[in-house]
């Protein structure tokens, strides 16, 4: 078989490889040192650990009709699968051009970040000036060449940086309960009158954004052993691991700063917030070494999104919704590389194009386009949900539990968050212009549209391709 015409996937991806893509995408040290201080001074403070149990409460009412949903999924489709089985191809097909920009947005957003954070720690560390530009088209290019190779090696490189990683959240956390016992912790951040304080509704929100990129466990189905069995067992144990880990570590940090003071701390030190708490446990030195795990953690993070994004592709190209070639399978490390490079080449333009436009880094690109991602992310989940209830109801199987209730509960948890995000849009950009937040708004519907039309075209001109998009499910 000649290598062009290969467009099947291929792997042995068991339930700890699969996991540790989700974990990987979910950033557990960054959401720790950059997302828990959003949440304590734009959320509720010292209810952060109970926004992050509320979180995990949702993604598990979620994932129960996800995984119940799952046995009757067989393609690599990811949330767009689910969404097209219960509502159909045209929405299914507008979800997942929607999936595919948002992802894409919060992957040259996290680039971005990444290559500042990186260019800080060389300067930092070793006394090196590198512009921060550099470093974010050094790590696009690192990261597309890791995509362009077999899955399994990406699958190495994410699970030495989140051992790393997580070992130094655990070590400070496991510092904490011995120094405090469980009866010294601060029961303060679970008391009802702590966590209706501030903005609960924007601190629950950021918590769900910290569960970014559990989809992973469907979407390398194709590079799965045994996805049947190993799908759902991979999702629950990121959804409760990575929940778990978060209303923990989260606990910890309230309990070493205190529930009185901890918006205050947050406030005047910011992402060294964390950084400060580490250094007081484990020493001085801690300190550099969780800067350089910071940067490990976001280029982990950034790899799994490549390698969703690029995923996304093969499948709309391996049914002519985006170019063919984008299907193709490389013959020697059975991965997407054709649809690997043409993402390292998108993200390099759009890259330079909004290096052309002068905006910065963190406030501009990293606000704009992980903002505009999330925005979309929370609108596929719901999506998903609602295919979920409709499926079961049509087709009149499962318990009522896992095929109604769950989902039903789950969904007016996400609804209630993507209505909280839309509200405080302006904010959460940094801008108070709303001119930014109808063009994210319009950028969101443009890309739901892209596939909502190319569907219709599909439809009345080549209704055998339409036809096809059965499969996708």
């Known amino acids: 078989m000649s290598e062009k015409k290969n467009t099947q996937l291929s792997g042995s991806l068991g339930v700890t490889s699969i996991v540790l893509m989700v974990v990987a995408t979910a950033a557990p040290l960054t959401v720790m040192v950059a997302n828990t201080p959003l949440i304590i001074t734009m959320g509720n403070g010292a209810g952060a650990a109970f926004d992050a149990l509320l979180a995990t409460l949702i993604m598990f009412l979620f994932a129960v009709g996800f995984v119940a949903m799952s046995k009757y999924i067989s393609n690599a489709g990811a949330f767009y699968s689910y969404i097209q089985k219960g509502l159909g191809r045209t929405l299914g097909l507008g979800s997942a051009t929607l999936a595919w920009i948002s992802y894409f947005l919060i992957l040259v957003a996290l680039e971005t970040y990444m290559g500042v954070a990186f260019s800080d720690l060389l300067k930092n560390l070793a006394g090196i000036n590198v512009p921060w530009w550099v470093m974010t088209l050094a790590c696009m290019l690192t990261i597309g060449f890791l995509g362009y190779r077999h899955i399994e090696l990406s699958s190495k490189f994410l699970a030495i940086a989140l051992v790393l990683e997580i070992a130094v959240?655990?070590?400070?956390?496991?510092?904490?309960?011995?120094?405090r016992g469980l009866t010294g912790m601060d029961i303060e951040a679970f008391h009802?009158?702590?966590?209706?304080?501030?903005?609960?509704?924007?601190?629950?929100m950021f918590a769900i954004y910290c569960f970014i990129g559990f989809e992973a466990t469907v979407i390398f189905r194709e590079e799965a052993k045994d996805p049947d069995r190993t799908i759902p067992k991979a999702t629950y144990i990121a959804v409760l691991g990575v929940g778990l880990f978060y209303i923990i570590s989260m606990w910890c940090e309230v309990t070493v700063i205190g529930s009185s003071n901890i918006v205050n701390f947050a406030t005047t030190h910011g992402e060294s917030t964390y950084l400060l708490i580490a250094q007081q446990y484990l020493g001085t030195l801690s300190k550099d070494v969780i800067l350089v795990l910071l940067v490990t953690s976001l280029f982990a993070c950034a790899l799994s999104l490549h390698n969703i994004v690029v995923r996304y592709q093969y499948v709309l190209g391996?049914?002519?919704?985006?170019?063919?070639?984008?299907?193709?399978?490389?013959?020697k490390y059975k991965s997407p590389?054709?649809?690997?490079?043409?993402?390292?080449?998108?993200s390099i333009t759009l890259f330079i194009f909004l290096l052309i436009l002068e905006l910065d880094p963190v406030t501009n690109i990293y606000a704009w386009g992980a903002t505009t991602g999330t925005l979309g992310y929370m609108t596929i989940l719901s999506l998903t949900c609602i295919s979920v209830i409709v499926f079961f109801r049509r087709n009149k199987n499962g318990n009522f539990w896992k095929t109604l209730l769950a989902p039903s509960l789950g969904l007016i948890g996400l609804l209630f968050c993507l209505w909280i995000a839309i509200v405080n849009l302006p904010s959460l950009i940094g801008s108070e212009s709303t001119l930014i937040a109808q063009i994210i708004i319009c950028v969101l519907i443009a890309a739901f549209s892209l596939g909502v039309v190319k569907a219709k075209i599909m439809k009345s001109r080549k209704p055998q391709l339409f036809e096809q998009l059965k499969e996708l499910a």
């Open 169 to 179: 959240v655990i070590l400070v956390d496991l510092f904490v309960f011995a120094e």
């Open 192 to 204: 009802p009158a702590t966590i209706m304080s501030g903005s609960p509704g924007l601190g629950i």
């Open 318 to 331: 391996k049914y002519d919704v985006l170019p063919k070639q984008l299907a193709y399978i490389h013959e």
């Open 337 to 346: 590389y054709m649809s690997s490079f043409v993402q390292t080449a998108s």
